[in-house]
Each structure stands twice: as C-alpha cells, then as structure tokens.
C-alpha cells in the first residue's frame, strides 16, 4: 500500500491528475467562499477559505515532489491543513445532519458529495506521510494552525448573524465550544500525526525545508 501511495510522489502521470484535481478544488472553494469574501474585511481574507487553502497546499506540495524540489515546509502544512479541516468539514456535516441533509437523494445532494471529498483530503495525506522529517518548519506549522483557529473562533473582529471569527458562514453559529473543542483536536491529531511519521522515519535528517530524506519501504 505504501509504495502505491508514494508512487504519487514520483509518477508523473498519476500525480499531475492528482495535483490538478486540488487545483480543481481551489477554484470551486473559492467561489464557494465569495459571499465570506464579500462582509469580510480584506485583511481577514487570509484565515477565511480554509478548505480551497490546504487542497491548494496539498497540491503544491505534490507538485514540488513531482519537479524534484520537495519541501518540509509543505508537506507539513499541507498534511496537517488537510487533516484538520477535512476531518472538522465531514464532522460538522454530520453533526449539523438537519440543516445540511447529507443523505437526502444523494446523488444530487453537493452537500454528500462535499462530505465525501472532504474526508478524502484527510486521506490523500498519506501520499506525503513517510516523507515527514522534523525540524523548525514543524513548530511554524503548528503556530500557524494554532492562529487559525484562534481567528476562527473569536480572535478575528468580525460579527455576522451572531457568530465572531472567521469559521465558514454556512456553518449554523450553535455549539462553539464543542466545535473548538474538535477543532483544537484536530488540529493536535494533525500535528502529532505528522510528528509520529517522522519520528519512526528518523526524525530529522534533512538540513532544510527544501530538502526531504529518502524513503524506505
């Protein structure tokens, strides 16, 4: 299983496709955010579309693989963007089932098909996992997620139909602390995620965010 995964990393044919289906995915998100964008202060954009960003980190961190200019920089913000907020988007799907109806004729339901591309970028992570190594791109990573969800839960001067932060408007404002409690899980089970691939792949190992130590079978 591993070697087909990584073989995404090296295989030209199939990683391109799967580099331009995360291009795909940032261009429809960012449309899907254009209302956000449009009550949102400018200077907020940045902590606004967090799924059409970690797809789009995704995407340029295979891309790197694939020119042969791996960075530890995005491959860590890329798996743990992806885990992060795949796995919270299929959750508050879930959990907010009545205002969404997921499963209701759903084959021309976007909301179920939205909840099963979701979850598979927390999937599609494994393709970079092996190639993890630590270093000081992990704690920026990790600092940088840590803001995000400050800003997405009350850091961020921003009210709209009385909700504060920047988390997704079509998200009902009901259960805040239940959704920062799983998000703030999350957001460790990507980072300690990450921090466990590396450390059984030898810790360390490269001299920069740019440089990424092979990987065994």
Known sequence: MWAWLESFRSTPGRGWLVVAANVGGVAYGFLYYGPQFGITPAWLWPWVPDSPLSVGLFALALA??????PSQLADWAAFVANVKVGLWTGFVLLHYDFWFHIFRDPLANLNFWLFGLHLAMAVQVLVLARGLRLGWWSAAVAGWFALDIAMDYGLA???YMG???TKPITVPCEDTGLLLGVTVALW????FGAAA???RAGG??????GKTAPTQD
């Open 64 to 69: 790197l693989h694939l020119r042969g200019r």
């Open 197 to 199: 691939f590396a450390r």
């Open 163 to 165: 909700c504060v932060g």
């Open 157 to 159: 001067p921003f009210r």
């Open 204 to 209: 360390g190992g490269t001299r920069g965010p």
């Open 188 to 191: 460790a089970l990507g980072v």
